[in-house]
Antibody, heavy 113, light 112 residues
Framework: EVQLVESGGGLVQPGRSLKLSCVAS????????MTWIRQAPGKGLEWVAS????????YYPDSVKGRFTISRDNAKSTLYLQMNSLRSEDTATYYC??????WGQGVMVTVSS | DVVMTQTPVSMSVSLGGQVSISCRSS???????????LSWYIQKPSQSPQLLIY???NRFSGISDRFSGSGSGTDFTLKISRVEPDDLGVYYC?????????FGSGTKLEIK
């Protein structure tokens, strides 16, 4: 059974940093691209970042490019999202997904002073 | 960016009935490799989204055949037949053909 378990969320002040983690199990992690998708409270889905199976290439929308960094440790079956210079509009539930096929339960990030 | 437009925004259906949800993209979703990366998701109350349909018409693992997807190019439809109580939630379409990946704004399905 595929399992994706996110952690690292919480309340953070604007301009500060936060790093999310996602531990994967139930599939061969290093065979799959991974993606972070977020959902602001009461809103729809927004793609945040994707990474190839080897970690050799990464992709971001303009809204987070230069502030967020996606990475992975295939030896630990773990996906990361380093979020810097956080803004109030980054407040959302962040989902770790296996190629947007399987989704984790999500982790809440609140950016507020 | 590819804009995904879903209609209706919400709908109410009787148990056992059938519904159709439309999703239109601002550009063709046919990839250079010939595949069309249009997916459908359901987000049940207080849950994460879950994949229903991928590449327009392929049901994901464990998904009932009451769910069917169709369409091509820029025009896609999700049909749900014999609606059950567990089908309530918000349905999203999403495209994976080109970056940035984008989603429709959702269709809320309520049970009468």
């Amino acid at each position: 059974e595929v399992q994706l378990v996110e952690s690292g969320g919480g309340l953070v002040q604007p301009g500060r940093s936060l790093k999310l983690s996602c531990v994967a199990s139930g599939f061969t992690f290093n065979n799959y691209w991974m993606t972070w998708i977020r959902q602001a409270p009461g809103k729809g889905l927004e793609w945040v970042a994707s990474i190839t199976n080897t970690g050799g290439s990464t992709y971001y929308p303009d809204s987070v490019k230069g502030r967020f960094t996606i990475s992975r440790d295939n030896a630990k079956s773990t996906l990361y999202l380093q979020m810097n210079s956080l803004r109030s509009e980054d407040t959302a539930t962040y989902y770790c997904t296996m190629a947007a096929d399987y989704w984790g339960q999500g982790v809440m990030v609140t950016v507020s002073s | 960016d590819v804009v995904m437009t879903q209609t209706p925004v919400s709908m109410s259906v009787s148990l056992g009935g059938q519904v159709s949800i439309s999703c239109r993209s601002s550009q063709s979703l046919v990839h250079n490799n010939g595949n069309t990366y249009l997916s459908w998701y359901i987000q049940k109350p207080s849950q994460s989204p879950q994949l229903l349909i991928y590449k327009v018409s392929n049901r994901f693992s464990g998904i009932s055949d009451r769910f069917s997807g169709s369409g091509s190019g820029t025009d896609f439809t999700l049909k749900i037949s014999r609606v059950e109580p567990d089908d309530l939630g918000v349905y999203y379409c999403g495209q994976g053909t080109q970056y940035p990946l984008t989603f429709g704004s959702g269709t809320k399905l309520e049970i009468k």
